[in-house]
């Protein structure tokens, strides 16, 4: 069992809704991520996306743009994104997921990626540009080293498509709340509900619902439906806000609190 697959099994024994906040790796440096992560930890987050920063990212809104900007302007790389992975691992447990586009960890190798991240403690990999269909090489590699290819379902996503999605996706189905970019918003996509219940009659496997969750409110309607909430946005507008890296840390972890209290049991 991977820890993602133990982390949501814990979880629904104790009636808690994950939260897994969104960074990306390198912004504005390596050592503030680190510090980000375990603090992330610390106040209540129970999975953690990296992002992995790319110059033409697909589904990224501008605050998400801006971050990888700044990583890549700092000298972010894949392979120092794994270093970074190994240096976090070494304090905590908590699932680190993967995020990004399939051009980096295919330059690296379809195989030799998925096998440098499970030796440094990755637990999944989660590449919005690239469908099943086209990346079965990379995903068969990542489910031999154990890590969980996690898949992104929409909206637009047809019945017969969400089934097909739900049988490959590993550790849990990410369920993108509405058509677009990455972006903090003032209120959750109308149909939500009706969403998330067409995979719920497919399978049990966890859905984590991302985009444009924002508020601890946002939260609150996520915990009635789905089993975790993806925080990217709002949560790298508090760190682009910091005037140093002690006050994004207090900042970001602040906000982790807040967002992870209507989570919890009860």
Same mark, same amino acid.
């Given at each position: 069992m991977?820890?993602?697959?133990?982390?949501?099994?814990?979880?629904?024994?104790?009636?808690?809704?994950?939260?897994v906040?969104? *960074?990306?790796?390198? %912004?504005?440096?390596?050592?503030?991520?680190?510090?980000?992560?375990?603090?992330?930890? %610390?106040?209540?987050?129970?999975?953690?996306?990296?992002?992995?920063?790319?110059?033409?990212?697909?589904?990224?809104?501008?605050?998400?743009?801006?971050?990888?900007?700044?990583? @890549?302007?700092?000298?972010?790389?894949?392979?120092?994104?794994?270093?970074? $992975?190994?240096?976090?691992?070494?304090r905590?447990?908590?699932?680190? *997921? !993967?995020?990004?586009?399939?051009?980096?960890?295919?330059?690296?190798?379809?195989?030799?990626?998925?096998?440098?991240?499970?030796?440094?403690? =990755?637990?999944?990999?989660?590449?919005?540009?690239?469908?099943?269909?086209?990346?079965?090489?990379?995903?068969?590699?990542?489910?031999?080293?154990?890590?969980?290819a996690? !898949?992104?379902?929409?909206?637009?996503?047809?019945?017969?498509?969400?089934?097909?999605?739900?049988?490959?996706?590993?550790?849990?189905?990410?369920? *993108?709340?509405?058509?677009?970019?990455?972006?903090?918003?003032?209120r959750?996509?109308?149909?939500?509900a009706?969403?998330?219940?067409?995979?719920?009659k @497919?399978?049990?496997?966890? $859905?984590?619902?991302g985009?444009?969750?924002?508020?601890? #409110?946002?939260?609150?309607?996520?915990?009635?439906?789905?089993?975790?909430?993806?925080?990217?946005?709002?949560? *790298? %507008?508090?760190?682009?806000?910091?005037?140093?890296?002690?006050?994004? =840390?207090?900042?970001?972890?602040?906000? =982790?609190?807040?967002?992870?209290?209507?989570?919890? #049991?009860?």
């Amino acid at each position: 069992m991977s820890r993602i697959q133990a982390c949501f099994r814990r979880l629904r024994a104790a009636g808690e809704t994950a939260l897994v906040p969104f *960074v990306t790796a390198g %912004d504005p440096d390596l050592d503030t991520t680190a510090e980000l992560v375990w603090a992330m930890v %610390d106040a209540g987050a129970d999975l953690i996306e990296l992002g992995v920063p790319f110059s033409d990212p697909l589904a990224d809104g501008p605050t998400i743009q801006r971050s990888s900007e700044r990583s @890549l302007a700092a000298g972010t790389t894949l392979r120092k994104v794994l270093d970074l $992975v190994q240096r976090i691992r070494a304090r905590t447990e908590a699932p680190l *997921v !993967l995020m990004g586009s399939a051009n980096p960890f295919y330059a690296m190798g379809a195989r030799a990626f998925p096998k440098a991240a499970a030796e440094v403690g =990755v637990d999944g990999i989660l590449v919005p540009d690239l469908p099943p269909e086209e990346g079965e090489d990379l995903y068969q590699a990542a489910e031999e080293k154990g890590l969980d290819a996690i !898949l992104l379902a929409a909206p637009t996503t047809t019945e017969s498509r969400l089934a097909m999605l739900v049988q490959r996706s590993r550790g849990f189905l990410y369920y *993108v709340s509405l058509t677009g970019v990455t972006g903090a918003r003032d209120r959750l996509a109308p149909g939500l509900a009706e969403g998330v219940a067409a995979v719920r009659k @497919l399978s049990e496997l966890p $859905v984590c619902v991302g985009f444009g969750i924002s508020t601890p #409110a946002h939260a609150a309607r996520i915990a009635a439906l789905a089993d975790g909430a993806v925080v990217g946005s709002a949560l *790298v %507008d508090r760190l682009e806000a910091s005037q140093s890296r002690s006050e994004a =840390v207090r900042a970001v972890a602040d906000f =982790v609190a807040a967002l992870k209290a209507p989570l919890r #049991a009860g």
